[in-house]
C-alpha cells in the first residue's frame, strides 16, 4: 500500500511523490582532527580512511564522481551496504563516511561520532509511493501524515544538532 524507496527504481507503475531531498552529512570519529571542523569538504578527505558504500550502489557513484572531480583519494577501509553500517563502523573508529541524515538521527546521542555538514555534497533522495489504483485508504492517508511529520521532527533534530 506504501512504499519509500530512493529515486533510482522503475516508477512506472506507481504513484510517485517526492518524500525527501538532504544533503549528506560527514560522520566522523569524536576525537579525529575532523571533528573540530564545522563544514567538511572532498579535500579534507584526501587520504583520510573512508567507509563507503557497495561499489554497486548509486550513493557509491555520486561519491566517487565527486571525489574525481576534487582530485580526492581518500582510502577506503570498509565498503556497507547503509548509512547505518557507516555510522556504526565511525563510532568504532574505522574511518569517516558519509550518511543520510535520518540514520544519522539514531547516533545523535552516541559518544564516538559526530556529524558535520559537507560541501559541496551530493543529495539523498527518496519517494513515497503507492498503488495508483485502488485509492489509498485512510489508514495509508494516516500512515503518510504519520510519516511526513516524523520525517520533519527528525530533520528538525539533526539540523539542531548540527547547530
Request: one cysteine or more; charged letters at 25%.
Amino acid at each position: 500500500d506504501l512504499g519509500i524507496v530512493t529515486d533510482n527504481v522503475d516508477l512506472a507503475e506507481t504513484d510517485a511523490i517526492s518524500f525527501a531531498k538532504m544533503p549528506a552529512l560527514c560522520a566522523v570519529p569524536e576525537r579525529h582532527p575532523l571533528a573540530r571542523k564545522k563544514t567538511i569538504r572532498p579535500l579534507d578527505l584526501q587520504d583520510c580512511d573512508f567507509i563507503s558504500y557497495e561499489p554497486s550502489d548509486m550513493i557509491r557513484w555520486g561519491i566517487d564522481d565527486l571525489f574525481s572531480e576534487s582530485g580526492v583519494t581518500p582510502q577506503v577501509k570498509a565498503l556497507v551496504r547503509y548509512s547505518v553500517n557507516v555510522c556504526t563502523l565511525v563510532r568504532e573508529q574505522v574511518g569517516v563516511g558519509l550518511v543520510h541524515p535520518v540514520a544519522a538521527y539514531d547516533f545523535l546521542k552516541t559518544e564516538g561520532i559526530v556529524f558535520r555538514r559537507f560541501e559541496p555534497g551530493f543529495t539523498f533522495h527518496s519517494v513515497r509511493i503507492k498503488p495508483r489504483t485502488p485509492a489509498a485508504s485512510a489508514h495509508t492517508e494516516a500512515l503518510t501524515d504519520a510519516l511526513d511529520r516524523t520525517l520533519a521532527q527528525t530533520v528538525a533534530d539533526v539540523e539542531a544538532q548540527l547547530s
